[in-house]
């Protein structure tokens, strides 16, 4: 009895070594051909629109801290009717008419940066289908 189950235990694992050898070069194929097909491919990026939507933001940002500092100026001129609150209210439109600001500078940086990417790889693409 136990002779026959060590045969059949060598049987499987037999069985299963082949298996796995013939199935190793059937990956490795695959993996060589998504390695070259990988480096054909360029990743496609929209820099244009990225760097209208960053635009379209910055304005929408300077739009509403010119509004905060509305409420700041009409916190400023009526004063005398909040006390204590209109001091919080104008630390607090200040602070957010920075934040605004600061933000839509950052994100006409970003705009910036995009419109350049844009423009190198438009050069590149000119280039390197260029005949030479």
Do not use: W
């Not at 060598?10 to 299963?16: K, M, P, Q, R, Y």
């Not at 990956?27 to 760097?51: M, W, Y």
Request: glycine content about 4%; some cysteine; proline content about 2%.
């Amino acid at each position: 009895m136990q002779k026959e189950i060590r045969k059949f235990v060598a049987a499987i694992s037999t069985l299963g070594l082949l298996a796995s050898c013939s199935e190793t070069g059937v990956i490795e194929a695959k993996k060589e051909d998504t390695s070259v097909s990988a480096q054909n491919i360029r990743p496609f990026v929209d820099h244009d629109g990225l760097a209208r939507r960053y635009e379209n933001r910055a304005r929408t940002l300077l739009e509403i801290a010119a509004e905060h500092e509305k409420r700041l100026q009409y916190y400023e001129d009526k004063s005398y009717l909040y006390g204590r609150q209109e001091q919080d209210s104008h630390a607090h439109a200040i602070a957010l008419v920075q934040k605004y600001k600061l933000a839509a500078e950052k994100a006409t940086e970003s705009a910036f940066h995009h419109r350049m990417v844009s423009q190198l790889a438009k050069r590149d693409y000119i280039a390197s289908s260029a005949p030479h």
